[in-house]
């Protein structure tokens, strides 16, 4: 059904729902690739307006990727909770907004609410809203989760350890492992992107990964992100894998590309809770998404970027993941062009995924400053790579050095067994500051025999 709104004295017309959705989008490189932007401010302007409008009942009565064509939106409708929903059920997207920023508005009711939140809900109500409505939503939603230890509690903001290296060197891997742990990261996971997708290599990094940490009792869990199939493998082979890693997208197709369907994600849940390795929870998988992948591989049915984006929480969210990151501006200029639009498209997909139930983290890359936002935002975790350079992956991102000064100027503390690990490894002191250790730290020792 076709949409209007008039702006002065000109009116605009929207073919349909879909349209009118894509058009209200803060504007982005990727959906004037995909053709679907509004061609102006004054036409954004006017699909916000008209979206506003919009009934939630209508965006869950009419999905924008037919029921019998995708199997993302088959679950999404098939797992929807209606008396989750309830609450919300008699309002307009612009009264959720409202809704959402009303001071009554709690934590509990925001978590209450997650499971009737369907990801076009969540992906129009944030178009209508501004950077600092996306900040204040989101930083009320709290989605915890855990593993060997909990991650996501309140004054909380944990980091995944990053230490990638271009060989997959095992000496270059255990020091940039050592200089994040003695900078306090790696409470979200020790995650490691393999150089290569040989199985050999992927066990053995994994084998040492695990080594140290049970070496060090370190209250963390590691992952080598390898592609599910691989990590299915290693769990059969009776290999110690902690986290099941997988890039995920919003529709079929897209997964298709990445080599994954539900049913497979279904099986290597089974098969990482099968292991019993978790200490204080059973969240055993790890997801990546990305604003733009779905029309990277032609599979967006004529989605703009950010919507397609949040469909990806709903595949997320059906698998009680302990981590799901966005890796915005990861996937290039194309999609995302600049500083402004890489910030703008990180608390969208931050906010979509927790108003959503979403364990949400940020890989804030090609830009700077953002992550100030994010832990304002209530972000679950963000990457710590060393020196801000990646050199396997060829990109920048957040350094250990900015995690620290986030959680200084925040007050941000890491998950709590590992704040108690770092105390007992005589790494913070007292006040739980970071501190130097004194003499030949027992660490240090895994760097000659790692």
């Not at 080594?211 to 370190?218: A, N, P, S």
């Not at 790579?385 to 986030?406: C, E, K, R």
Request: glycine content about 8%; aromatic content about 6%.
């Amino acid at each position: 059904m076709p949409h209007r709104q008039s702006t002065g004295t000109t009116t605009w017309a929207f073919a349909d729902l879909k349209d009118l959705i894509a058009k209200a989008s803060p504007l982005r490189s990727g959906d004037v690739l995909a053709g679907v932007a509004a061609s102006c401010a004054e036409e954004a302007v006017a699909a916000r307006m008209a979206l506003a409008d919009v009934p939630l009942k209508t965006l869950l009565a009419a999905p924008l990727i037919p029921y019998e064509a995708d199997e993302v939106t088959r679950l999404i409708c098939d797992s929807h909770d209606g008396a989750a929903f309830a609450p919300i059920a008699s309002l307009t997207v612009g009264a959720f907004r409202e809704f959402l920023l009303s001071e009554t508005t709690t934590t509990q009711a925001l978590a209450a609410l997650a499971p009737g939140v369907t990801p076009e809900m969540a992906a129009a109500v944030s178009k209508i809203m501004r950077n600092q409505d996306l900040i204040l939503a989101a930083s009320k939603c709290r989605v915890v989760t855990a593993f060997r230890n909990t991650i996501g509690l309140p004054g909380t903001m944990s980091v995944r350890l990053q230490p990638n290296h271009p060989t997959d060197d095992i000496a270059g891997i255990t020091a940039s492992i050592l200089d994040g742990l003695f900078y306090g990261c790696g409470d979200a996971v020790i995650g490691i992107n393999p150089a290569t997708d040989s199985p050999a290599v992927i066990g053995e990094l994994t084998r040492r990964l695990d080594d140290l940490i049970q070496r060090f009792q370190v209250p963390t869990q590691g992952c080598v992100l390898a592609h599910v199939t691989s990590a299915i493998g290693l769990i059969d082979q009776g290999a110690p894998l902690d986290l099941v890693f997988q890039s995920i997208a919003g529709t079929e197709a897209a997964n298709a590309s990445f080599g994954v369907t539900l049913s497979l994600l279904g099986e290597a849940l089974d098969a990482g809770r099968s292991l019993k390795r978790g200490a204080v929870g059973d969240n055993v998988m790890y997801f990546e998404t990305g604003q733009g992948s779905a029309l990277s591989a032609g599979a967006h049915h004529g989605l703009d970027q950010q919507t397609a984006e949040a469909r990806a929480y709903a595949v997320a969210r059906a698998f009680e993941p302990l981590l799901v990151n966005t890796v915005v501006g990861f996937i290039g200029p194309e999609y995302l062009y600049d500083g402004k639009q890489i910030v703008r498209a990180g608390l969208e997909d931050h906010f979509c995924g927790k108003l959503m139930g979403v364990p949400m983290g940020v890989d804030v890359c090609y830009t700077n400053h953002a992550e100030a936002d994010l832990a304002a935002a209530g972000v679950n975790f963000v990457m710590g790579v060393p020196g801000a350079d990646d050199v396997m992956l060829n990109y920048q991102s957040t350094s250990f050095h900015d995690a620290l000064y986030v959680r200084e100027l925040f007050g941000l503390k890491r998950a709590p067994e590992f704040e108690a690990w770092l105390a007992r490894m005589r790494l913070t002191d007292d006040s739980g500051r970071l501190a130097t250790p004194s003499g030949r730290h027992p660490l240090l020792a895994a760097a000659a025999t790692p």
